[in-house]
Nanobody, 125 residues
């Protein structure tokens, strides 16, 4: 089992920055990929970014490319999402996810077995 706990959400103005963190515990040695998803009210959960836990290769949704950066600290079993140039359309509940198998289809939420509780990000215009 893997437990994920997110932190770092909040209210920020358009153009501002936030950094989210997701701390993993439990079978962290088995993690293959970690990702961030987000879900706004009335919308489906959508992929934001993912990172290969061992090699560090990163993947991004087109909507956040160039503005968001995903990174990890293996020693702390923590993945981060640095969000810059935030826009009102970035407003959502952000979730951390982990998978123990492979990197295939990292953008699909239904491939992840472990999820955090979510942290709210609100960007005011």
């Amino acid at each position: 089992q893997v437990r994920l706990v997110e932190s770092g959400g909040g209210l920020v103005q358009t153009g501002g920055s936030l950094r989210l963190a997701c701390a993993a515990s439990g079978r962290t040695f088995s993690i293959y990929v970690m990702a961030w998803f987000r879900q706004a009210p009335g919308k489906e959960r959508e992929f934001v970014a993912a990172i290969d836990w061992s090699g560090g290769t990163t993947y991004y949704a087109d909507s956040v490319k160039g503005r968001f950066t995903i990174s990890r600290d293996n020693a702390k079993n923590t993945v981060y999402l640095q969000m810059n140039s935030l826009k009102p359309e970035d407003t959502a509940n952000y979730y951390c996810a982990a998978d123990l198998t492979n990197i295939c289809c990292y953008y699909r939420p239904n491939r992840y077995d472990y999820w955090g509780q979510g942290t709210q990000v609100t960007v005011s215009s």
